[in-house]
């Protein structure tokens, strides 16, 4: 048997890659969860199914997450645009440190209006609850946030691990103030 010549074999090993390109783009888009959000069907569903919402109850929840979505939805517009207000800042050749804080603090304002319309959706769904429901929220609501928050830390924990020692961040300075 002759071997291969050296272009087929490189063709045949491009086409390889390509073909594991392709499969992992498909994996990764078939198992991302777009639903995790604060209006997706997985926080919803787990919500009314754990709270053990009747259908008068999954109605009027699903009334007060779509209110909840589009109170928000010109919030995160903001957001977008803010924080691209703000990277586009870093391409300028001259800093403007007031405009810089400025924009900084527009980001903080945003983010606390989106914090206080999550407090007061859930506020609404707690009274949406009978009293045996109220009992099992706190726990709901706790695991709810969790799904709906940013990933965990992936910063070492465990034994031995003193995360706020010195010398702990790149740049060697301390975590925190001393005695934490």
């Known amino acids: 048997m002759k071997p291969l010549p050296k272009q087929t074999l490189l063709t045949i090993l491009v086409l390889v890659l390509v073909a594991l390109n392709i499969g992992l783009v498909t994996f990764m888009?078939?198992?991302?969860?777009?639903?995790?959000?604060?209006g997706g069907p997985d926080t919803a569903n787990f919500l009314m199914r754990e709270l053990n919402f009747?259908?008068?109850?999954?109605?009027?929840?699903?009334?007060?997450?779509?209110h909840f979505n589009d109170s928000l939805e010109p919030i995160r517009e903001e957001e977008r645009n803010i924080h691209d207000r703000f990277f586009e800042m870093m391409h300028a050749d001259v800093q403007d440190s007031t405009a810089v804080a400025l924009v900084i603090d527009t980001m903080g304002h945003i983010r606390s209006q989106i914090e206080y319309l999550t407090y007061a959706h859930f506020r609404q769904v707690r009274a949406l609850c009978n009293t045996e429901q109220q009992k099992k929220f706190e726990h709901v609501i706790s695991e709810t946030m969790r799904r709906m928050g940013p990933p965990p830390s992936r910063r070492p924990h465990g034994p031995g691990h003193e995360p706020d020692r010195p010398g702990d961040r790149p740049d060697g300075a301390p975590n925190g103030p001393p005695g934490n």
């Open 54 to 66: 009747d259908k008068a109850q999954e109605k009027k929840y699903l009334e007060l997450q779509q």
């Open 29 to 38: 888009w078939y198992t991302q969860r777009p639903e995790r959000g604060p």
